[in-house]
């Protein structure tokens, strides 16, 4: 018996141990590639059954009301595949689509050793910095890895989200490594100047603002705090008023100007067919306000009251909308709640975790706003994994995590 004892925990720690591996390779692949995303996660999966992790989630979801959360919004869409006239193909593809939320109890469960999370972060580090060296090679004329011609290996609005969180990650890197302080200070420098001279995508660009000025509140005295908002208001109105780099920006601008006259103009441009998809979208959730019209259901229903419109979406680029219209009130209150958790756990954490999981929040609630994050596959793994990073410090002192420390 005891013979079989160990060699079944020298098993299970050797799978632990490979899954410390697969956690970096799939947070690495996240960057580049979608099929080994996938493949990593299938691999993550079957480490968390097979090392018998999946026994300690009644556990995971009690001391992480992250992970209990994000369990229920998924749960949310599996009760939406009982009704709503979406085929059943088109129901199940949109299920699968939010199937990253599952990894977040799943990824907690593994994350809870500090070795693995130390890891994990290097893993963040190496490849933000390598996303951010191939974009500057590809402006450059160097390497041409994008066939639309965009200087970022993934679409502009994926590039600017990466880039944004990792100028508030070296930020804090400043303040906290002062071993390193000049190399994350360049590397600061680099991303803002990738983000609002290369790149030029305004979601980007909007959440690293949003950062800085939270990276104040969090480190910066009052005076310290107004002075920096100060100088990022001026710095911004500087930008807009002299670089023709800012084109993309006054665009929007004058779009949601047009957009908010007594008879809205149409526009052709990406932020005027926003305004286009809300407002329909919002009109199906006047339709059924309670329980939506049913995971998958969006492209149809869209389809059948956009009768007219140029443009027709399967999405309405606003989280918020796309589980509204789907899932309705119950749908959207539960997405609230996870995002409320997020800020309630954040609390609880030591304090450059506090301070980066407050940043990614502000980074979520941001790009939920403007594109549908959990929906699009490389923004939604990338949320889930760095959610799972963020606050599986909480329970770095529990038993949950100590049997395998």
């Known amino acids: 018996m005891n013979i079989n ?3 079944a925990y020298r ?7 490979s899954g410390r591996v697969l956690i970096a390779l799939f947070i690495f692949s996240i960057y580049f590639s979608t099929s080994l995303a996938v493949i990593f996660s299938v ?5 968390w059954l097979l090392s018998t992790r999946f026994i300690d989630l009644p556990g995971v979801l009690k001391k992480y009301p992250v992970a209990l959360w994000a369990l229920m919004l998924y749960g949310c869409f599996i009760l939406g595949l009982s009704y709503g006239n979406a085929a059943g193909s088109d129901a199940v593809s949109m299920a699968s689509k939010y199937r990253e939320l599952l990894f977040i109890p799943i990824l907690i469960s593994l994350l809870t050793a500090e070795r693995n999370r130390y890891w994990a972060w290097r893993t963040f580090i190496a490849a933000s910095v390598i996303t951010l060296l191939v974009s500057y090679l590809m402006d450059l004329g160097i390497l041409n890895l994008n066939e639309q011609g965009g200087a970022c290996f993934k679409s502009r609005i994926t590039h600017g989200i990466f880039i944004a969180f990792f100028a508030f990650f070296c930020a804090h890197k400043i303040y906290d490594d002062k071993r390193y302080a000049k190399l994350y200070l360049a590397l600061f420098v680099l991303c803002l100047y990738n983000l609002f001279f290369v790149i030029e995508g305004r979601t980007g660009q909007l959440i690293v603002v949003a950062l800085i000025l939270l990276f104040a509140m969090q480190r910066m005295a009052i005076k310290e705090c107004l002075f920096a908002a100060l100088i990022t208001a001026v710095l911004l109105i500087l930008f807009l008023n002299f670089s023709d780099k800012a084109s993309r920006i006054t665009e929007g601008v004058a779009n949601t100007q047009a957009f ?6 149409q526009t052709e441009s990406s932020m005027g067919q926003r305004y ?29 009251i956009a009768i007219g419109e140029p443009f027709i979406t399967k999405n309405p680029h606003n989280e918020f909308l796309m589980i509204g219209v789907q899932l309705g009130l119950l749908g959207l209150l539960v997405y609230l709640g996870f995002l409320a958790s997020q800020l309630y756990c954040a609390r609880k954490l030591p304090f450059q975790q506090k301070w980066l999981a407050q940043g990614l929040l502000l980074s979520l609630v941001i790009a939920s706003l403007f594109n ?14 760095m959610i799972a990073l963020c606050f599986a410090a909480l329970g770095s002192d529990n038993k949950i995590i100590s049997s395998d420390a």
């Open 276 to 304: 286009t998809f809300w407002k329909y979208s919002l009109k199906l959730m006047a339709e059924k306000p309670l329980l939506g019209h049913g995971t998958g259901s969006f492209a149809k229903e869209y389809q059948r």
């Open 5 to 7: 004892h160990n060699l």
């Open 260 to 265: 908010l006259q007594p008879v809205p103009e």
């Open 11 to 17: 098993v299970r720690l050797q799978l632990l141990n």
């Open 43 to 47: 691999g993550l999966g079957l480490v």
């Open 372 to 385: 549908t994050p959990f929906f699009d596959h490389t923004e939604g793994h990338w949320y889930a994994a």
